[in-house]
């Protein structure tokens, strides 16, 4: 059993920057892939980004790509994603989700997720 806790969500001005935690609990933590994903009201939930187990992978969507990373401290049991140049579209619902086995090889959806934590929103304001 894994649990995760988002945080570190709030509001900012475009351009700007935000972190995200997601902090794992339970000793398989560390086996564990973890995603980021993120919903805006009336949408799909869409995948943003992912790490391996080992944090030597990572996978990022096109929209994010080089403006987000991705990375993990398995010795806290903590994954962070870093948001850089934030633009109005990235308002959303942040979510982390674990997926085992933790290889990534390509983006993640869904269906391919164990376990979920409940989410913390970014908004960035024009």
């Known amino acids: 059993q894994v649990q995760l806790e988002e945080s570190g969500g709030g509001l900012v001005q475009a351009g700007g920057s935000l972190s995200l935690a997601c902090a794992g609990s339970?000793?398989?933590?560390?086996?564990?892939?973890v995603g980021w994903f993120r919903q805006v009201v009336g949408k799909e939930r869409e995948f943003v980004a992912a790490v391996s187990w080992n944090g030597g992978s990572t996978v990022y969507a096109d929209s994010v790509k080089g403006r987000f990373t991705i990375s993990r401290d398995n010795g806290k049991n903590t994954v962070w994603l870093r948001m850089n140049s934030l633009l109005p579209q990235d308002t959303a619902v942040y979510y982390c989700?674990?997926?085992?086995?933790?290889?990534?090889?390509?983006?993640?959806?869904?269906?391919?997720?164990?376990?979920w934590g409940y989410g913390t929103l970014v908004t960035v304001s024009s």
């Open positions: 339970g000793p398989t933590f560390s086996s564990f892939a």
């Open positions: 989700a674990a997926n085992y086995p933790g290889r990534v090889t390509g983006p993640l959806f869904d269906y391919d997720m164990d376990y």
